[in-house]
């Protein structure tokens, strides 16, 4: 078989598998490159102080306590909204849902939803949210924005994994006497739980990155509150917090210190998604 390949067509295969190579080569290298410049340059800016304590203009300190926790509040928001919402529409619009075009509709918003630029969101969730509803500018407001940006990322991986439930699953439990609803809860969901939680990690991905949306919408005040608390008022997270302290005060090291405590959550974050994909996959096939 390997005979009757021309040298012209070796030779355009091996040009070809060179160059395939050699990309994947570039974009490890962007990516290793990337991860090591921000953690040599931020690890040794990092101290118990700047991580345990609020920034005081009075002593001239910095510390970014108030930032990692208004990121955590603003997380845990932004899950308790999205969740329900997408794994909801997505469970509708598997199960339920009889007009074929109507679910095209819904879903080829949600797929143009996903690709809007943040900073759109932010416009439109300081002008609903917080000027509307008179929010204000307040982690709420910003946790809402947030839940839009995420919803087509839940709904669609939630409904992509519905779908690879076997069909003969749900015939089976209706010849049992089961219920739509009892079929559902009990066979459907039960086999689709790696998509919902896939759909739920790289929505969490997506909100510790957020910084454009979050900056019309959350605010930049560093003060610590309590969860219910910090929702009313406006807080920076980790990447508005790294925009004002390089962009505004020209703190560059506290910038750096920033981003790779973020490198290192979203590394932790890709790991989760990656670990949980495999236990799921693993828990199905036994």
């Given at each position: 078989m390997r005979r009757g390949i021309s040298k012209k067509r070796r030779a355009y295969i091996a040009l070809m598998r060179a160059l395939m190579g050699l990309s994947a080569g570039l974009t490890a290298a962007l990516v290793l490159f990337l991860v090591v410049y921000v953690m040599a340059k931020g690890i040794p800016e990092l101290s118990w102080d700047l991580l345990t304590t609020k920034p005081s203009y009075l002593r001239g300190t910095i510390g970014i306590l108030p930032d990692i926790l208004n990121t955590v509040y603003i997380i845990i928001a932004a899950l308790v909204f999205v969740l329900p919402l997408g794994a909801g529409a997505a469970v509708y619009l598997t199960e339920y849902a009889r007009n074929k075009r109507l679910v095209a509709v819904i879903e080829y918003a949600a797929e143009t939803l996903s690709g809007i630029p943040s900073i759109i969101y932010g416009l439109v969730g300081m002008?609903?949210?917080?000027?509307?509803?008179?929010?204000?500018?307040?982690?709420?407001?910003?946790?809402?924005?947030?839940?839009?940006?995420n919803l087509p990322t839940v709904l669609r991986t939630t409904q992509e994994s519905l779908k690879t439930v076997p069909q003969s699953y749900r015939?089976?439990?209706?010849?049992?006497?089961?219920?739509?609803?009892?079929?559902?809860?009990?066979?459907?969901?039960?086999?689709?739980?790696?998509?919902i939680v896939t759909g739920c990690i790289l929505s969490i991905g997506r909100i510790l990155g957020e910084s454009a949306a979050l900056l019309f919408t959350a605010g930049f005040a560093h003060a610590i509150h309590g969860f219910f608390q910090a929702l009313e008022h406006s807080g920076a997270t980790l990447t508005v917090a790294l925009y004002v302290y390089v962009k505004?005060?020209?703190?560059?090291?506290?910038g750096f210190a920033i981003a790779a405590i973020l490198m290192v959550l979203t590394l932790i974050i890709q790991l989760a998604a990656a670990l949980a994909g495999r236990y799921f996959k693993r828990r199905r096939g036994s």
């Open positions: 002008l609903f949210f917080c000027s509307l509803l008179n929010m204000q500018t307040s982690l709420l407001a910003g946790a809402l924005t947030l839940v839009i940006m015939e089976g439990a209706f010849g049992l006497g089961a219920g739509r609803w009892r079929v559902i809860r009990t066979v459907v969901l039960p086999g689709c739980v790696d998509g505004e005060a020209g703190e560059f090291g506290v």
